[in-house]
């Protein structure tokens, strides 16, 4: 035996398809050659790595099917492919069709009718034209976000407003995010690096990074995922995949979760941790307006009458005062920036707060930094509260906005009687009838028009 | 069952009888394309369209027993059909030079998934599979997806299990002294 023919068999060996008869053989020139004692050594080192540099990839058949058979249910996987048609199956047909041909004939002997010229032209039937297929808008665009049509190659940047088709892939890179609405209403809000592709308007699939999916009453939307998929019949759910693992919360409404190794339901509030096959952790969600403090920035484009954005505030300030997670809600709170002062504002001046006087302070103190000239009028509303932190906040804020203090201190607002601060009060308020028409608020459209001609 | 009798199952309007042989065969067409596109987040978008034309044409199989060799063909096509596209979306190709192909426009992205999840050793051997001989590199990445026999290779690509050893007995070699000239290139 030749090194190149104990190569070969080599080969064989590794893949255990050598037979004992070669295997001897080999054995015997192994022996005797330590060339090719080296190869083998070699090769069994190689192929180690390679089994083990191809089990990331290994893993991925499962999700190839496992998409592949949806794709296959969506298309009416039940009804019969195309089946191979029998010789001359028409030929009974045709025989049927000229017989009656021949009677038609027959009887109605059309060549002693009127001749084709006489009989009016046709009107060519009213069609309606044709609707324009149903696209998916991108409501919201911040930073760098990409898309990619199906079957094309080339990724493309978007911006708001544009609508895209659906099977279309979306990325975003470090500073991207994204909020889109499908023709049938379901909408998600993609994260920083990112990537989703919209296989169906009830189908969202994440490739990479975080997701969020609000589904339509009475239909289901599915998160597909790597690892499982995830539904939802009329709620919403957050997806996060990391390195280890995949993160469901049910942030609204219920949640399935279909594994490999069976099907885990939620209850909303409730998340889920799961690898490829396995549960790895479950739980109660701490604060679903943390977990989506991810998507802070899109909320901020909102308006502040808007209703997920009012809902979103309360959330966070449920947690301000003696709650650990004060500071975390304060940070999340001032990064949405003047976006949550109406609700703040609003919550200030509610029955609900005046029985808690911590979070109340914790709220006039954001108001005092984040609140816009267009809430002075609030501001001078509460330079009369019966709580001298919340006057001495609201006066910061007016003298951060207008620069006047009207002869009164920071400190004599919140601990000098009435009588002393009245006069004060009587001047903001003559201030604010004299300007209140300077502070009308900007429509965010106008303000980011204003801003991009600068 | 055999995949010729799962074929004939699914013509007569068996529910599930596609569905297992998508599972019998995603992981095959997954490396094939992975082999021709070297990338594997791609290769499983084409594994997947593969499996679905193969569906939609199932009909046309004339001979069911063959549905391996039969699928590879359809993969094999969707492959240069997103080669080509991607050709089309390119920059000039005399840019690249004049051996360039769209295949080889793919050079800049061989193994990235490989980045994050392998060690040097084994990240440099993945890219010595990438940078193969086509027809090698397809038999390598089938062998190393899916664990096959030489005869299930060997029925996929329609060659015979002792071409099949040829191949990646040649493949072995030229991964190895590739790597070793890339040890004694690192050392100088």
């Known amino acids: ?454 | 069952m055999s995949d010729g009798e799962l074929v004939r199952l699914a013509l007569a309007g068996g529910p599930t009888a596609y569905e297992e042989l998508v599972r019998r065969w995603a992981g095959r067409v997954l490396a094939l394309c992975h082999a021709r596109v070297r990338s594997a987040h791609l290769a499983e978008d084409l594994a997947q369209e593969s499996l679905l034309r193969a569906y939609r044409a199932l009909g046309t199989l004339a001979e069911p027993e063959k549905f391996g060799s039969w699928l590879r063909g359809i993969a094999v096509r969707a492959c240069l059909d997103w080669l080509k596209s991607r050709q089309a979306t390119m920059v000039a190709f005399t840019s690249l030079g004049e051996s360039a192909r769209a295949e080889d426009v793919l050079d800049g992205e061989a193994a990235p998934d490989a980045t994050l999840e392998h060690d040097d050793e084994i990240q440099q051997l993945l890219h010595a599979v990438d940078s193969l001989p086509p027809e090698l590199r397809e038999v390598v990445m089938l062998y190393y997806y899916n664990d096959l026999t030489y005869h299930d290779l060997a029925g996929m690509l329609g060659i015979a299990p002792a071409t099949v050893n040829a191949r990646l007995t040649r493949a072995r070699a030229l991964l190895r002294s590739r790597l070793s000239r890339r040890s004694r290139d690192d050392y100088r």
């Open chain 1, 1 to 454: 035996m030749n090194c190149a023919e104990a190569e070969s068999l080599i080969a064989e060996a590794l893949a255990g398809e050598l037979g004992e008869a070669d295997r001897a053989a080999l054995e015997e020139h192994l022996a005797e050659c330590q060339s090719c004692r080296q190869t083998q050594v070699e090769w069994q080192e190689d192929d180690r790595q390679l089994r083990e540099g191809f089990a990331p990839w290994r893993g991925a058949s499962a999700t190839v099917a496992a998409r592949t058979i949806r794709q296959l249910h969506r298309e009416q996987v039940n009804s019969r492919p195309a089946t191979k048609r029998k010789p001359f199956a028409w030929l009974p047909f045709i025989v049927g069709l000229s017989a009656g041909f021949l009677i038609a004939l027959a009887l109605w002997r059309p060549w002693a009718e009127l001749p084709m010229a006489n009989l009016p032209p046709q009107a060519p039937p009213n069609r309606a034209p044709d609707a324009p297929t149903p696209q998916t808008v991108l409501a919201s665009v911040i930073g760098d976000v990409q898309i990619l049509p199906k079957d094309t190659a080339q990724w493309t940047s978007v911006q708001s407003g544009e609508e895209v088709p659906l099977g279309c892939a979306i990325r975003t890179q470090s500073d991207g995010l994204v909020e889109f609405t499908c023709p049938t209403g379901e909408k998600a809000r993609v994260g920083t690096d990112s990537q989703v592709r919209i296989n169906d308007a009830d189908e969202f699939e994440l490739v990479r990074g975080q997701v969020w999916a609000v589904g339509c009453p009475d239909r289901e939307l599915c998160v597909v995922t790597d690892s499982g998929t995830v539904s939802t019949n009329g709620g919403t759910v957050n997806v996060k995949q990391q390195e280890t693992g995949t993160t469901v919360t049910a942030a609204t409404g219920n949640a399935m979760v279909r594994l490999v190794s069976g099907d885990e339901s939620l209850a909303q509030g409730e998340e889920l941790t799961f690898s490829r096959d396995k549960v790895i952790h479950r739980d109660r969600a701490y604060s679903l307006a943390l977990i989506t403090a991810w998507m802070n920035p899109l909320m901020a484009l909102k308006s502040p009458d808007d209703p997920e954005l009012n809902a979103h505030v309360d959330a966070l300030l449920s947690h301000l005062g003696a709650s650990k997670m004060s500071l975390l809600s304060d940070n999340e709170l001032r990064a949405l920036g003047p976006s949550c002062t109406v609700p703040l504002s609003r919550y200030i001046r509610s029955d609900e707060a005046l029985h808690d006087t911590e979070r109340r302070r914790h709220a006039a103190k954001l108001l005092a930094d984040l609140a816009p000239i267009s809430l002075a009028g609030d501001m001078v509303d509460l330079l009369s509260d019966d709580d001298g932190e919340v006057r001495a906040q609201a006066a910061a804020c007016l003298k951060r906005l207008t620069g006047q203090d009207m002869d009164c201190t920071i400190d004599e607002w919140r601990t000098a009687p009435a009588d002393i601060r009245q006069q004060a009060v009587d001047q903001w308020r003559t201030w604010w009838q004299a300007n209140s028409f300077r502070c009308q608020p900007v429509p965010k459209a106008t303000a980011a028009a204003e801003k991009s001609t600068i």
